[in-house]
Structure formats: C-alpha cells, structure tokens
C-alpha cells in the first residue's frame, strides 16, 4: 500500500508540474490574456513547488477504486474535484468570486483544462510505473 501512494504521489507532483508549466506558458505568450482571463503565474520556484506538492497529495484520490482499468477516465474524472475545489472554495475565499468569474469569464474553462492536463498526466506515470 505503501508502495501505491509513493507512486500516486509522485505521478501527481509529475502531473502537476506538466499542468503548471503549461498554465504559465498560456500566460506567458498572451492566450490567457487574449480570452480575457487574468490569471498569469509568474514561474517561480515557491509556486511550482506549492502547485507540485497539491498535485501530489490531490494524486492520492487514484486510491479510489473506480475505473481501475481506464485509467485516462479516471484522470479525467479525479481531477474535477481540484477543479471543483479551486472554482468553489478556493477562488472564491481568494477573493476571485464564485468560479473565479473576477478573473474572467472562461476562467473555469481553464480551470478545468489545466486540471484535466494534471489528472491524464498523472494516470499516464501511474500506468507507466506498473
């Protein structure tokens, strides 16, 4: 058991690091800012080590037993719940509004883009580590 929640973890933190430096690279070249969403991270160490360590402790939900053998839907499906949590909770306490509508009106889009990014990437090292 052990075993499994090193691999989920690490395979979160791999594909949270993937979502995160595609994130600043949306924002980096202009997209984010074109679609009207005001979210650009700034690729700093404290933040890729922050988004890395949620990526992996969020990755501990692949303990669930659903879809064990369609792990890509799994990834799809799991990572709604950080999307849910940053859309619903996060965002909102951030002061960003409810969906973090503040930030823009497709800001859940990418919300859940970005996510869906972590959850595929994270099942892909999951699958690739059995």
Request: aromatic share 14%.
């Amino acid at each position: 058991m052990r075993n499994k929640l090193f691999v989920y973890f690490t395979a979160g933190c791999i594909g949270a690091l993937a979502s995160s430096l595609v994130a600043w690279f949306f924002g980096d070249i202009g997209i984010m800012k074109t679609a009207g969403v005001a979210i650009s991270p700034q690729l700093t160490s404290g933040w890729l080590c922050r988004e890395t360590i949620w990526g992996g402790i969020w990755a501990l939900l692949f303990i669930l037993p659903l879809f064990k053998s369609r792990l890509l839907l799994k990834g799809t499906l799991l990572s709604l719940i950080p999307s849910l949590a940053e859309l619903l909770l996060f965002l909102p306490e951030g002061g960003k509004g409810m969906g973090g509508m503040e930030l823009g009106n497709l800001t859940p889009v990418f919300v859940l883009f970005f996510n869906w990014i972590w959850g595929v990437i994270a099942a892909t090292a999951i699958r690739a580590a059995r």
